[in-house]
């Protein structure tokens, strides 16, 4: 755990320059558009500890697994967010000597995240061997006004030499991914342009053959006014840049500033790559730095509108809320709806930026309520895109008549994750995408998703179902075997009984789902039924198993049972495990840790978050009491789960404390991890923390309703949420609830157990002394 970021409400502050916590902030600090982002690495020269890190949403590579013993039904890859041309790079060069905070003396260091205004800034004070010192403040930015182009403004000046600067913007696309199992790059070129200002590369990704076109646009200036410069081409292997050499006085500040775009063949003709490049470059640099960097600061304002959480009484908290929320639309803005939101999302490479079951368990409902319906409807469109691979994928693994397995882990919906126990047998993700159908039309009441696209999804899940179950002659019911749970440190187990309460909700859901849709567009209906070839006696079998599924269960604790033999397992508590032998995944072998009771993140519990309404209070709080405490919580998807239950049963400090272990998870440290990349799905997590654990927002008939209370150490917290086109903004104080509706929309909203009819424009305050 680290505790260097300075607390402010809406930046992100790092005072003075430690090359150990380097990499760690160059995951905190990174940027992103959702369509390409990039860690906060340093513009000039840096031989210091880094992870070089630009990435284009999309773009992957399928690189070769290193399993050693293969198993039929493996996927052939592991699919990778490519390590990008870096477009950031400014060579810095005064008179002989390299500008290099790894060599220099630093002092003033200071480096700013304004997610205010969504731009980075570093400001510091180098002294060379030499003794010559420079001033430095860069500024950049990936628009999100302008999804393509990203901008820096480098700014420096020599405090006590007169000499000579030597400049050298340029990208370099000779990039390699850390992570590579063959040491291999990735990219080929396939074109380069140096003219005057500008300069472009365009490379091919090897395999896959996507291309993507890097440009940069460079203009200087001296003292504020604009410098005619002389340039020499660079250009080796992969990198093409510009330099050349400013006289300089003591106190003059030379600016450069560097336009950039990046395009990729997701969205333009190869052969129109280049021009089209130059034509984004040409726009941007015709509004200019301080146009582009207003309309992102315009752009994150709306943002803001939106999605703003503020916390009164605690800038820790404060700020934390916000880098969460920032980070997640950095990461994905929902235009595109073959995107997705890679556990890291730009700003490491772990994960291989691919899409997983996160998404849809966690990601989703802070997307619904913080982002314009089209946002996850995207994300939802995303797997019926890729139904027909989840259907090749199943019968890969033996399943057939249109039984579809969604991957585990995925860029083009081919399964690319290569551990058995995961691959094979995680398949409660199959089940998370149909929660998240049924989570946006319970949140939008947007049915005629299911017609459109979500009743093909549900239906070719639920046969999965249908075709993994078994019937088993000596307990007379259907049994799932073979199955690892959310719960990663079980594998291979019978009865998950959260997956077993999946699987059967799936098809109870698709039965749920079909008849909606006969009901309201028959044609669309029958034609899915044909397109399918969907026999109606399929409805009968899955009726059959929804009545005859086993659920493992311990009569006398009153607890379902995580899987079957749960309980033969020798029982112990987290609390009297030595720290030194924590976190366990670190400590343990992966034989003992199998063979242990201790859970790995939210399993019986995530199963009783989706469905609580189907379990009364004390349900809920026996298998709380008994499974918390077991619990590790070393994935950081495990404590927003526990905090949201926790609230729901009414105790606030455990909220409160499972809460703190999510929010501030990055920004602090917690695991030791950050310097990998920041984990940008369960940020989401947190979100949900305070929304629908603090605040107890549910959506029940289609209404909303609160259920809050306020942490102790707050003075109050207000969000803003859309609700089926009306604009709320809810603040939660000590004496009470305020909703004010900021839209035309009227609508009945639930305080605690009491409905209150709240017009366009109106605004409803309920006491505490009110609410029972
Ligand atoms: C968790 C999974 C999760 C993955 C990516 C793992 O550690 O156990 O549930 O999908 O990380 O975030």
Same mark, same amino acid.
């Given at each position: 755990?680290?505790?260097?970021?300075?607390?402010?409400?809406?930046?992100?502050?790092?005072?003075?320059?430690?090359?150990?916590?380097?990499?760690?902030?160059?995951?905190?600090?990174?940027?992103?558009?959702?369509?390409?982002?990039?860690?906060?690495?340093?513009?000039?020269?840096?031989?210091?500890?880094?992870?070089?890190?630009?990435?284009? #949403?999309?773009?992957?590579?399928? @690189?070769?697994? +290193? $399993?050693?013993?293969?198993?039929? !039904? /493996?996927? =052939?890859?592991?699919?990778?967010?490519?390590?990008?041309?870096?477009?950031?790079?400014?060579?810095?060069?005064?008179?002989?000597?390299?500008?290099?905070? #790894?060599?220099?003396?630093?002092? @003033?260091?200071? +480096? $700013?995240?304004?997610?205010?205004? !969504? /731009?980075? =800034?570093?400001?510091?004070?180098?002294?060379?061997?030499?003794?010559?010192?420079?001033?430095?403040?860069?500024?950049?930015?990936?628009?999100?006004?302008?999804?393509?182009?990203?901008?820096?403004?480098?700014?420096?000046?020599?405090?006590?030499?007169? !000499?000579?600067?030597?400049?050298?913007?340029?990208?370099?696309?000779?990039?390699?991914?850390?992570?590579?199992?063959?040491?291999?790059?990735?990219?080929?070129?396939?074109?380069?342009?140096?003219?005057?200002?500008?300069?472009?590369?365009?490379?091919?990704?090897?395999?896959?053959?996507?291309?993507?076109?890097?440009?940069?646009?460079?203009?200087?200036?001296?003292?504020?006014?604009?410098?005619?410069?002389?340039?020499?081409?660079?250009?080796?292997?992969?990198?093409?840049?510009?330099?050349?050499?400013?006289?300089?006085?003591?106190?003059?500040?030379?600016?450069?500033?560097?336009?950039?775009?990046?395009?990729?063949?997701?969205?333009?003709?190869?052969?129109?790559?280049?021009?089209?490049?130059?034509?984004?470059?040409?726009?941007?640099?015709?509004?200019?730095?301080?146009?582009?960097?207003?309309?992102?600061?315009?752009?994150?304002?709306?943002?803001?509108?939106?999605?703003?959480?503020?916390?009164?009484?605690?800038?820790?908290?404060?700020?934390?809320?916000?880098?969460?929320?920032?980070?997640?639309?950095?990461?994905?803005?929902?235009?595109?709806?073959?995107?997705?939101?890679?556990?890291?999302?730009?700003?490491?490479?772990?994960?291989?930026?691919?899409?997983?079951?996160?998404?849809?368990?966690?990601?989703?409902?802070?997307?619904?309520?913080?982002?314009?319906?089209?946002?996850?409807?995207?994300?939802?469109?995303?797997?019926?895109?890729?139904?027909?691979?989840?259907?090749?994928?199943?019968?890969?693994?033996?399943?057939?008549?249109?039984?579809?397995?969604?991957?585990?882990?995925?860029?083009?919906?081919?399964?690319?994750?290569?551990?058995?126990?995961?691959?094979?047998?995680?398949?409660?993700?199959?089940?998370?995408?149909?929660?998240?159908?049924?989570?946006?039309?319970?949140?939008?009441?947007?049915?005629?998703?299911?017609?459109?696209?979500?009743?093909?999804?549900?239906?070719?899940?639920?046969?999965?179902?249908?075709?993994?179950?078994?019937?088993?002659?000596?307990?007379?019911?259907?049994?799932?075997?073979?199955?690892?749970?959310?719960?990663?440190?079980?594998?291979?187990?019978?009865?998950?009984?959260?997956?077993?309460?999946?699987?059967?909700?799936?098809?109870?859901?698709?039965?749920?789902?079909?008849?909606?849709?006969?009901?309201?567009?028959?044609?669309?209906?029958?034609?899915?039924?044909?397109?399918?070839?969907?026999?109606?006696?399929?409805?009968?079998?899955?009726?059959?198993?929804?009545?005859?599924?086993?659920?493992?269960?311990?009569?006398?604790?009153?607890?379902?049972?995580?899987?079957?033999?749960?309980?033969?397992?020798?029982?112990?508590?987290?609390?009297?495990?030595?720290?030194?032998?924590?976190?366990?995944?670190?400590?343990?072998?992966?034989?003992?840790?199998?063979?242990?009771?201790?859970?790995?993140?939210?399993?019986?519990?995530?199963?009783?978050?989706?469905?609580?309404?189907?379990?009364?209070?004390?349900?809920?709080?026996?298998?709380?009491?008994?499974?918390?405490?077991?619990?590790?919580?070393?994935?950081?998807?495990?404590?927003?789960?526990?905090?949201?239950?926790?609230?729901?049963?009414?105790?606030?400090?455990?909220?409160?404390?499972?809460?703190?272990?999510?929010?501030?998870?990055?920004?602090?440290?917690?695991?030791?991890?950050?310097?990998?990349?920041?984990?940008?799905?369960?940020?989401?997590?947190?979100?949900?923390?305070?929304?629908?654990?603090?605040?107890?927002?549910?959506?029940?008939?289609?209404?909303?309703?609160?259920?809050?209370?306020?942490?102790?150490?707050?003075?109050?917290?207000?969000?803003?949420?859309?609700?089926?086109?009306?604009?709320?903004?809810?603040?939660?104080?000590?004496?009470?609830?305020?909703?004010?509706?900021?839209?035309?929309?009227?609508?009945?909203?639930?305080?605690?157990?009491?409905?209150?009819?709240?017009?366009?424009?109106?605004?409803?305050?309920?006491?505490?002394?009110?609410?029972?």
């Amino acid at each position: 755990m680290k505790n260097y970021i300075k607390a402010d409400e809406w930046n992100i502050i790092e005072e003075g320059f430690d090359p150990h916590l380097n990499k760690i902030s160059e995951s905190i600090f990174s940027l992103g558009n959702g369509r390409m982002g990039q860690r906060a690495n340093f513009e000039e020269t840096y031989t210091g500890e880094t992870l070089l890190g630009n990435y284009v #949403a999309g773009v992957y590579y399928p @690189d070769k697994t +290193r $399993v050693g013993w293969w198993k039929n !039904g /493996y996927p =052939e890859y592991f699919a990778k967010v490519l390590n990008a041309a870096n477009w950031v790079g400014i060579g810095v060069k005064i008179d002989d000597e390299v500008l290099d905070l #790894a060599t220099a003396a630093v002092s @003033d260091f200071k +480096r $700013v995240l304004n997610m205010h205004e !969504g /731009y980075l =800034e570093r400001t510091f004070t180098a002294k060379l061997k030499s003794g010559k010192t420079v001033k430095v403040k860069a500024t950049r930015f990936c628009s999100i006004a302008d999804d393509e182009v990203g901008a820096i403004r480098y700014s420096i000046t020599p405090l006590n030499f007169e !000499g000579t600067l030597t400049l050298t913007p340029f990208i370099d696309g000779d990039v390699k991914n850390q992570d590579s199992n063959y040491d291999e790059k990735f990219w080929d070129q396939v074109t380069d342009q140096i003219s005057g200002a500008e300069a472009y590369i365009q490379l091919r990704t090897k395999k896959t053959e996507f291309e993507v076109c890097t440009g940069s646009h460079i203009q200087v200036y001296q003292n504020g006014q604009p410098l005619a410069i002389d340039t020499t081409e660079v250009r080796k292997e992969k990198f093409v840049g510009q330099t050349f050499a400013v006289a300089v006085k003591t106190n003059e500040e030379v600016t450069l500033i560097k336009i950039a775009a990046n395009l990729s063949s997701e969205n333009y003709p190869k052969d129109a790559l280049l021009k089209e490049t130059q034509s984004v470059i040409a726009s941007a640099v015709a509004k200019g730095f301080d146009t582009l960097l207003q309309e992102q600061a315009a752009a994150w304002a709306t943002k803001w509108e939106e999605s703003d959480i503020v916390i009164e009484g605690d800038v820790a908290a404060q700020q934390a809320i916000r880098f969460n929320i920032f980070q997640l639309f950095q990461t994905y803005t929902g235009k595109d709806d073959r995107l997705n939101i890679g556990p890291k999302g730009f700003t490491g490479e772990k994960y291989g930026g691919s899409t997983y079951w996160d998404t849809e368990a966690y990601c989703v409902p802070f997307y619904l309520a913080t982002a314009p319906q089209e946002v996850s409807k995207n994300l939802l469109v995303y797997r019926h895109k890729q139904l027909d691979k989840a259907i090749e994928n199943a019968a890969k693994l033996g399943f057939k008549d249109g039984a579809a397995l969604y991957p585990m882990v995925t860029m083009n919906g081919e399964e690319c994750h290569n551990e058995w126990e995961i691959t094979f047998e995680e398949i409660h993700r199959n089940g998370a995408i149909a929660f998240a159908i049924y989570n946006y039309i319970r949140y939008t009441g947007d049915e005629s998703y299911l017609a459109d696209y979500g009743l093909e999804v549900l239906i070719s899940i639920a046969r999965f179902w249908k075709q993994r179950v078994n019937w088993s002659n000596e307990k007379q019911q259907y049994v799932m075997l073979g199955v690892t749970g959310p719960n990663e440190y079980e594998n291979n187990v019978n009865n998950n009984w959260y997956t077993n309460l999946l699987a059967t909700w799936c098809m109870k859901y698709a039965t749920e789902a079909a008849e909606i849709v006969q009901k309201q567009q028959p044609e669309k209906y029958n034609s899915l039924v044909k397109s399918l070839s969907f026999d109606q006696k399929e409805f009968a079998d899955w009726a059959d198993i929804i009545e005859k599924m086993y659920y493992p269960e311990d009569k006398a604790q009153g607890i379902f049972l995580q899987q079957d033999g749960y309980l033969d397992k020798e029982q112990i508590l987290v609390k009297d495990l030595p720290a030194s032998e924590r976190p366990i995944n670190q400590k343990w072998s992966w034989d003992r840790i199998l063979r242990s009771c201790f859970i790995k993140q939210a399993d019986v519990l995530q199963g009783l978050y989706f469905f609580e309404e189907d379990y009364d209070l004390e349900t809920i709080r026996r298998n709380f009491d008994f499974y918390e405490p077991r619990t590790v919580h070393e994935s950081s998807l495990s404590p927003c789960v526990h905090s949201i239950l926790a609230a729901k049963l009414n105790d606030e400090a455990r909220a409160y404390e499972f809460y703190l272990r999510t929010a501030r998870l990055d920004l602090d440290d917690y695991n030791n991890d950050t310097e990998d990349g920041l984990h940008i799905t369960s940020m989401a997590g947190t979100w949900m923390s305070v929304v629908e654990g603090f605040a107890g927002m549910r959506v029940r008939n289609g209404k909303l309703q609160f259920n809050p209370f306020l942490p102790g150490k707050w003075k109050s917290f207000s969000f803003t949420i859309g609700f089926r086109g009306a604009t709320l903004k809810i603040n939660i104080a000590e004496n009470g609830i305020n909703i004010k509706n900021n839209s035309t929309v009227g609508l009945e909203i639930g305080i605690r157990n009491q409905f209150y009819q709240l017009d366009g424009n109106a605004e409803i305050e309920v006491n505490n002394a009110a609410l029972v």
